[in-house]
């Protein structure tokens, strides 16, 4: 999502053309790359410009690797060099004739203050581009330049510097003091004299667009000294307080009042009005039923802060409203309202922390019962982010038993010998759970030994056999019921009823966990390069869904591997996505097998042996393709079955294209499979189209994109995908179901449908990654 700029700026404040030009032309240069491939080049260069050195790993098999290494790993290359020049003329550029004691700012600490903490900034910049620049960089590079404590590393492993920025935001110049260990003290106290504090105009440049916008929105004229003192006080006191104190000075100024306002505005637009019926919604926007409509309309406002960007927003409201109804309103009201989607935020009440359900009235949720109900408004962060995170720790959970105790501070984990019950608190909010962290464990397996009971969590032993037995801490919390109503508690869906509570304690250990550096950095190496083996006769319609699959385009390489040249080569898969604080590049190579249909058993053996020697290179899955009417050699595929078992790889057969041949033809392939298939493994289970093999392999059809028949002209559209990546997903070894999100990471219609439908088989996925 674009971040637009809080702090004001001429178009005209931009690096001119020329100059711009001979920054990209020395980068070719000193990258060599050549023109006869523009659009790469030009790719490369402005993802160099905007995300600094660090974006170049996305590229390496595009650059010469003497070169590469060269400019990757030297503190001095030409390269970070260049780049540092350049984001140095971006700010001298931007802001020399609108803030002239910005620039004089960064030239006293370049020659005299602290050339080395200068330098270190303009060299993470350079590293990293625009990433902790934020929305508005002359306060970020003056927060990063006078909170020299808040070093490189706690920039990166914790949420320090983000804490930092919302605090002084939100509450004003003074709150600097909740941040003093980060600061010396002369400088802090020099920062408090707004007379002489860098910060406090970099403050005013960040509200300034938001105070003026509010100001003339309600007709104040620009020659009033109230832009100045209210620019002024809402740099001291913070948004929250100015933007109140903004809206009594109005108020006192003309009538009617911003309350007033904003319910006439209620009254024009209606967009709170939840009649639960389709034909009233859409007489409300023609204006007919009015009577229905002014019923159902209340003169009621409540407020919500959007914590994000520190807002206070008065929704006008029913009782029919929806919580959706007023995420939807704070959104569109906000000064960020072109860069947001509703979807990505939950509304809480300050008190308990609680997310509100989406689908509930306020009625429902006894909102309006309430005097001071302290709404917040709170980012989502997205279930793909989630699962990935705890899926990472498995990645190396089997060789640091690895846990999280939460009594510990997060800067304190330690990576080993933690008590599973400690980590119940983490996933249960009940009083019970809260109390049981003060019991010994004695006493906790008293409770859990009962005779005449049975512990929720033993019933799903079975379900985590497959888990590290190291990563005990992430359990679901025990819990006591009858033997004979074990089964029925489950069936009830407890997991999905309170799903918006679960992710929360999701998103709290994986934050606590994933600041460890030494898990962190098993973590980045095991996800370096990662190979999927792509079977199948020639126009089965093997790339297609891949493509379907990771909805990215895939690369394919300038040559084979090894003695494989002539019969095998990968297609490949790269860059770098940001989960939680930590920056993961990635890699992987689909390896597709023209002329598979001559291959013999020892050609198999040896093309899989030789792809994993390549370091750091596991094989993830094996998916075969097969479409009705192709031919497919059973014989061949046994042998290759036989191979994937010998080494525990995963086997998907998947039958594409299944709506283009006839329904014999599309019913043979699948019966080839699983007679096939059966031979290794017994049949588990059949469910959503996919027939389960157990962890040996499933077999599946999808119809990969959209086709329509030329014959009966009938359209069939995408089918099977979702499917099939959560089949895969959920039966994969848990220590790779990380490396598997990812390849399907960017492929949004998967997520979504997987975050808005928590299933039973979302709640089984749940128990196994636990």
């Known amino acids: 999502?674009?971040?637009?700029?809080?702090?004001?700026?001429?178009?005209?404040?931009?690096?001119?053309?020329?100059?711009?030009?001979?920054?990209?032309?020395?980068?070719?240069?000193?990258?060599?790359?050549?023109?006869?491939?523009?659009?790469?080049?030009?790719?490369?260069?402005?993802?160099?410009?905007?995300?600094?050195?660090?974006?170049?790993?996305?590229?390496?098999?595009?650059?010469?690797?003497?070169?590469?290494?060269?400019?990757?790993?030297?503190?001095?290359?030409?390269?970070?060099?260049?780049?540092?020049?350049?984001?140095?003329?971006?700010?001298?550029?931007?802001?020399?004739?609108?803030?002239?004691?910005?620039?004089?700012?960064?030239?006293?600490?370049?020659?005299?203050?602290?050339?080395?903490?200068?330098?270190?900034?303009?060299?993470?910049?350079?590293?990293?581009?625009?990433?902790?620049?934020?929305?508005?960089?002359?306060?970020?590079?003056?927060?990063?330049?006078?909170?020299?404590?808040?070093?490189?590393?706690?920039?990166?492993?914790?949420?320090?510097?983000?804490?930092l920025w919302l605090t002084i935001i939100n509450e004003g110049l003074k709150s600097i003091i909740k941040y003093s260990t980060y600061i010396k003290e002369e400088v802090m106290n020099e920062q408090l004299d707004k007379n002489q504090s860098v910060l406090f105009r970099a403050l005013r440049e960040y509200h300034r667009p938001q105070v003026f916008s509010l100001l003339k929105e309600h007709n104040v004229p620009e020659t009033d000294t109230m832009y100045d003192s209210t620019l002024d006080e809402v740099a001291e006191n913070g948004w929250s307080k100015g933007k109140h104190d903004i809206e009594q000075k109005i108020t006192s100024k003309s009538e009617p009042t911003l309350h007033s306002n904003q319910q006439q505005e209620a009254d024009q637009h209606k967009t709170l009005i939840n009649t639960h019926s389709t034909s009233s919604l859409i007489e409300e926007a023609t204006g007919s039923n009015e009577g229905q409509v002014q019923e159902s309309m209340t003169d009621e406002t409540i407020k919500v802060f959007f914590e994000q960007f520190g807002e206070t927003i008065y929704v006008p409201v029913s009782s029919a409203s929806t919580i959706e109804d007023v995420i939807k309103y704070v959104c569109q009201k906000s000064v960020r309202s072109m860069d947001i989607d509703y979807k990505n935020y939950y509304l809480v009440t300050k008190k308990n922390d609680e997310m509100l359900d989406n689908d509930k009235t306020l009625e429902e949720t006894n909102i309006l019962a309430i005097d001071d109900p302290d709404l917040r408004l709170k980012m989502r962060t997205g279930i793909r982010e989630q699962i990935i995170k705890l899926a990472q720790i498995k990645v190396v959970g089997n060789q640091d038993k690895i846990g999280v105790n939460p009594q510990t501070q997060a800067d304190n984990i330690q990576c080993?010998?933690?008590?599973?019950?400690?980590?119940?608190?983490?996933?249960?909010?009940?009083?019970?759970?809260?109390?049981?962290?003060?019991?010994?464990?004695?006493?906790?397996?008293?409770?859990?030994?009962?005779?005449?009971?049975?512990?929720?969590?033993?019933?799903?032993?079975?379900?985590?056999?497959?888990?590290?037995?190291?990563?005990?801490?992430?359990?679901?919390?025990?819990?006591?019921?009858?033997s004979k109503d074990a089964a029925n508690v489950l069936q009830k869906e407890d997991l999905a009823d309170n799903y918006q509570q679960f992710q929360k304690k999701i998103q709290e250990i994986g934050e606590k966990i994933?600041?460890?550096?030494?898990?962190?950095?098993?973590?980045?190496?095991?996800?370096?390069?990662?190979?999927?083996?792509?079977?199948?006769?020639?126009?089965?319609?093997?790339?297609?869904?891949?493509?379907?699959?990771?909805?990215?385009?895939?690369?394919?390489?300038?040559?084979?591997?090894?003695?494989?040249?002539?019969?095998?080569?990968?297609?490949?898969?790269?860059?770098?996505?940001?989960?939680?604080?930590?920056?993961?590049?990635?890699?992987?190579?689909?390896?597709?097998?023209?002329?598979?249909?001559?291959?013999?058993?020892?050609?198999?053996?040896?093309?899989?042996?030789?792809?994993k020697e390549k370091p750091k290179s596991d094989i993830l899955c094996m998916i075969y393709c097969a479409s009705p009417g192709s031919f497919a050699n059973l014989r061949q595929l046994e042998w290759l079955l036989e191979e994937c078992k010998k080494q525990h790889i995963f086997c998907a057969l998947v039958c594409t294209n299944k709506w283009s041949g006839f329904k014999d033809q599309r019913e043979a392939v699948m019966k080839d499979f699983q007679d096939t298939l059966v031979k290794y493994h017994p049949k588990t289970r059949?469910?959503?189209?996919?027939?389960?093999?157990?962890?040996?392999?499933?077999?599946?059809?999808?119809?990969?994109?959209a086709i329509k028949d030329e014959?009966?002209?009938?359209?069939?559209?995408?089918?099977?995908?979702?499917?099939?990546?959560?089949?895969?997903?959920?039966?994969?070894?848990?220590?790779?179901?990380?490396?598997?999100?990812?390849?399907?990471?960017?492929?949004?219609?998967?997520?979504?449908?997987?975050?808005?439908?928590?299933?039973?088989q979302l709640k089984n996925f749940w128990t196994k990654l636990f």
């Open 514 to 611: 994933t600041r460890d550096p030494v898990l962190r950095q098993k973590i980045a190496e095991k996800f370096n390069e990662i190979n999927i083996v792509l079977c199948g006769s020639p126009r089965v319609g093997k790339s297609t869904l891949i493509n379907a699959i990771c909805q990215q385009e895939l690369a394919r390489t300038h040559a084979g591997l090894h003695a494989c040249t002539n019969i095998i080569s990968p297609f490949y898969l790269k860059g770098n996505t940001t989960v939680g604080d930590e920056n993961i590049n990635y890699r992987y190579n689909i390896w597709d097998t023209p002329g598979f249909e001559n291959w013999d058993q020892a050609a198999i053996r040896t093309c899989f042996e030789r792809i």
């Open 711 to 760: 014959e009966t002209h009938r359209e069939y559209e995408q089918s099977g995908i979702n499917e099939l990546i959560f089949g895969i997903m959920q039966s994969i070894d848990v220590e790779k179901v990380a490396l598997w999100c990812m390849f399907a990471f960017e492929n949004k219609p998967f997520w979504k449908k997987f975050f808005n439908n928590p299933t039973q």
């Open 416 to 482: 080993e010998n933690i008590d599973s019950n400690n980590a119940k608190s983490l996933l249960d909010g009940s009083e019970a759970a809260k109390s049981n962290e003060l019991m010994t464990n004695d006493e906790k397996a008293k409770n859990l030994n009962r005779s005449e009971h049975t512990p929720i969590s033993k019933s799903l032993e079975t379900k985590k056999s497959n888990a590290s037995p190291g990563f005990r801490t992430l359990s679901l919390p025990a819990q006591d019921v009858p």
């Open 1 to 163: 999502m674009a971040e637009l700029s809080f702090c004001a700026k001429s178009n005209d404040n931009t690096i001119a053309d020329d100059e711009l030009k001979s920054f990209k032309n020395e980068i070719g240069s000193i990258l060599g790359l050549h023109d006869d491939n523009d659009e790469i080049k030009d790719q490369i260069i402005d993802d160099l410009l905007n995300n600094g050195r660090q974006s170049l790993a996305k590229y390496e098999d595009d650059i010469k690797p003497k070169t590469y290494r060269a400019e990757m790993n030297n503190a001095d290359s030409k390269l970070i060099v260049l780049l540092k020049k350049y984001f140095y003329r971006q700010w001298e550029t931007q802001y020399k004739l609108s803030n002239e004691w910005f620039i004089s700012f960064l030239t006293q600490y370049q020659n005299e203050k602290a050339p080395d903490l200068y330098e270190r900034i303009l060299t993470r910049t350079a590293e990293n581009g625009n990433k902790y620049l934020k929305n508005c960089p002359i306060l970020s590079i003056a927060l990063q330049l006078l909170f020299e404590n808040i070093d490189d590393e706690c920039l990166k492993n914790t949420g320090t510097f983000d804490d």
């Open 686 to 705: 059949e469910e959503n189209g996919i027939i389960y093999f157990g962890n040996m392999g499933l077999c599946t059809s999808v119809n990969s994109k």
